[in-house]
């Protein structure tokens, strides 16, 4: 069982940067890829990016490619995603998940644990 808890969330002005933490309980937090999604209201949950579990792999959905910077720290239970140069279209709720396999990881379905989101809203 994992649990995982967000923060870091708030409101910025077009072109700021914001850093979300995600901690999670447990000691197999190492075990797990671990990506983080976005959700806009009125819209499906998507994907932003995604760490491998010893951190030496990151990927990346296209718009925020040169962005923002996935990163994660085993010792601490914790990963980050350090966002820049943020946009208005960044506006959503962000969500930390953990996901056993490390496959498909972009697929919604295919993380075993969610965090309760946090709400990030960029301003003009």
């Known amino acids: 069982q994992v649990q995982l808890v967000e923060s870091g969330g708030g409101l910025v002005q077009a072109g700021g940067s914001l850093r979300l933490s995600c901690a999670a309980s447990?000691?197999?937090?190492?075990?797990?890829?671990m990506g983080w999604f976005r959700q806009a209201p009125g819209k499906e949950r998507e994907f932003v990016a995604a760490?491998?579990?010893?951190?030496?792999?990151?990927y990346y959905e296209d718009s925020v490619k040169g962005r923002f910077t996935i990163s994660r720290d085993n010792a601490k239970n914790t990963v980050y995603l350090q966002m820049n140069s943020l946009k208005l279209e960044d506006t959503a709720v962000y969500y930390c998940?953990?996901?056993?396999?490390?496959?498909?990881?972009?697929?919604?379905?295919?993380?075993?644990?969610w965090g309760q989101g946090t709400q990030v809203t960029v301003s003009s």
């Open positions: 760490i491998s579990w010893s951190g030496s792999r990151t």
């Open positions: 447990g000691r197999t937090f190492s075990r797990y890829y």
């Open positions: 998940a953990a996901d056993y396999h490390g496959t498909n990881y972009r697929i919604v379905g295919n993380y075993d644990y």
